[in-house]
């Protein structure tokens, strides 16, 4: 069975940074699309960034582009997503979310596109 859990969320003051680290098992995902998503209260969820490392292609949503970094381990079964220069609109529930999918805009920046996801994580950001 396919579990994506992710960690790493909490409270930081604007400015500050947070890594979240998204541990898959269940199958091998080397060969997979990963994603991070998010859901701030009240408002619908929104890609953040994505990574097809079988391309070494990155994606990032422009709020977040040059402030956030989509990584993954050598073994390719935990991704992560360090946060720079955190703002108070940033606060939000990440999640972490994968599968094989057409690695290419739009479908990699859609939740629909990707079949497993973690159960989230909350950063909230503080002014």
């Known amino acids: 069975q396919v579990q994506l859990v992710e960690s790493g969320g909490g409270l930081v003051q604007a400015g500050g940074s947070l890594r979240l680290s998204c541990a898959a098992s269940?199958?091998?995902?080397?060969?997979?699309?990963m994603g991070w998503f998010r859901q701030a209260p009240g408002k619908e969820r929104e890609f953040v960034a994505a990574?097809?490392?079988?391309?070494?292609?990155?994606y990032y949503s422009d709020s977040v582009k040059g402030r956030f970094t989509i990584s993954r381990d050598v073994a390719g079964n935990t991704v992560y997503l360090q946060m720079n220069s955190l703002k108070p609109e940033d606060t939000a529930v990440y999640s972490c979310?994968?599968?094989?999918?057409?690695?290419?805009?739009?479908?990699?920046?859609?939740?629909?596109?990707?079949?497993?996801w973690g159960q989230g994580t909350q950063v909230t950001v503080s002014s």
């Open positions: 979310a994968g599968g094989l999918l057409l690695a290419s805009p739009p479908h990699i920046m859609g939740a629909g596109s990707y079949p497993y």
């Open positions: 269940g199958r091998t995902f080397s060969g997979y699309v």
């Open positions: 990574s097809d490392w079988r391309r070494a292609s990155t």
